[in-house]
């Protein structure tokens, strides 16, 4: 019986604790990561991070909130394409200051952009959108569609 768990332990790394020297990989960078690693880090990672930040600004999504919270029919058909058609749409640059007189939509917009925009980026790792310096970086619209609002 002893000479067959030797044996076996020949063909097993974790016997002995040897395993235990392997240098860890270094975590793979949400830009670099296959879609099926993508759906694990979003699941692991991003919607327990997000539903706590939603539920700080409304108790509701501490129940409610899903990949489909961001990314609609997306999640149903397994593509997970961003923007997400189902996502409020916002309106344009210039409709803006008109849409958040409503202070419905002012209220949102101010955690979006406080919150949500901000831990987004930093969970993904990829650098904000700054209208002067980094106009192709991560921002509303990577989640929502941008429409015209106005009659
Ligand atoms: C708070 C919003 C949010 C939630 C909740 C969320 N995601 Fe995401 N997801 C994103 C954003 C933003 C991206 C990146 C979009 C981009 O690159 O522009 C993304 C990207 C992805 C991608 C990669 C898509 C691609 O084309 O490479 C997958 C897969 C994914 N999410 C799966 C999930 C799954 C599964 C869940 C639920 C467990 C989930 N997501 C929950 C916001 C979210
Ligand atoms: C990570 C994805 C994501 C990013 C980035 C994001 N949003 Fe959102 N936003 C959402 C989701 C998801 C909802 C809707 C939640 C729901 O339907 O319950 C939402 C809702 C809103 C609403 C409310 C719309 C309505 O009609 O109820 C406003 C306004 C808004 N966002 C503005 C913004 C602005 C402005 C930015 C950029 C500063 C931004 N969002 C960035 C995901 C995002």
Redesign the pocket.
Known sequence: MKRISVALCLFVAACGGEADDEPTPPPVAYKDMT?QQ??VF??DV??PK?RATFAAFDAKYEST???Q???GNG?NDGT???PSPQVPPLPTEEEFPEYVKDPENAKWAQFMMDD?WPQ?ADL?DVPMYDHMTNPTGFSCS??HTIASIMP
Do not use: F, G, I, K
């Open positions: 879609l993508r759906e979003m699941n991003v919607l997000m909130m899903t990949c919270t961001c990314h999640a997970y394409a961003m949500v987004m993904l990577n989640c």
